[in-house]
Structures are given as C-alpha cells and as structure tokens.
C-alpha cells in the first residue's frame, strides 16, 4: 500500500488559498487515477493524505509506482497552477505481511516512510 501526504498543504491553502488547495487535491486524484491498475483502489484518507491499496505488489513494484505518482504529481500541478512554489508528495510504502499483519501496522510503516521532499525546483 502508499501512503501519500501532501507536503505543506496547510502552509499551501494558507498562503494561496483554498480554491488552490482544491485544485492541488483535483490534480493529485487525477494522477492517481491515471497511474493505477484496474485492481487498485484509492481514496482520500484524510484532509491532505491519500491511501492506495495495490494487492499482488511486491515492495519493489510498489516504490516503483510511488516514484511514478510522485514525479507526475509535481508535474501536473506546476503544469496546472504555475505557481512559483513547488507542491510535491511524500509517499511511503508498506507491504502485507512484510510490514505488518494489521491495517494499524501496515499504516503506521508507510507513515513513518513517508518523508517530506525536498522541492526540485
């Protein structure tokens, strides 16, 4: 599973807005959209928190998944927005029952995976 949090949404919303603020969570459902498998479910865990569930992917398949979302988030929103700041994701990845045989468990390793990005721009 990943575990996706939006770096510095609060500050986001705070500064530009919370039409911005929508528009950053449109285009971060979009990407996940657009990046998942028909087996893959996603949804919105919290205020700027994401989860996805991808069932038969290994550690290795789902980083790789994770780098992808990461990569085209940041670039749809600079693409959408045009804003002078970067908006990026962290993402943390948990894999059952490697990391952990409760949904608590497996939350709690993404989480902790999780690390705020430092901008690219």
Known sequence: MLLLDL???KSLNDTLGH???????????????????????AGR??????????????????????????RDFEHAVASKLRLERAVT???????YPGDGQEA???LD????RALPRKSQR
């Open 7 to 9: 770096d510095d949404f």
């Open 19 to 41: 039409l911005t603020g929508d528009t950053v969570l449109q285009q971060a459902a979009e990407v996940l959209r657009s990046n998942l498998r028909r087996q893959d479910r």
């Open 45 to 70: 865990f919290g205020g700027e928190e994401f989860l996805v569930v991808m069932p038969e992917t290994g550690l290795r398949g789902a980083a790789t998944s994770a780098e992808r979302i990461r």
């Open 89 to 95: 994701v962290s993402i943390g990845v948990a894999t």
């Open 104 to 106: 608590r468990d497996l």
């Open 109 to 112: 390793r993404a989480d902790a």
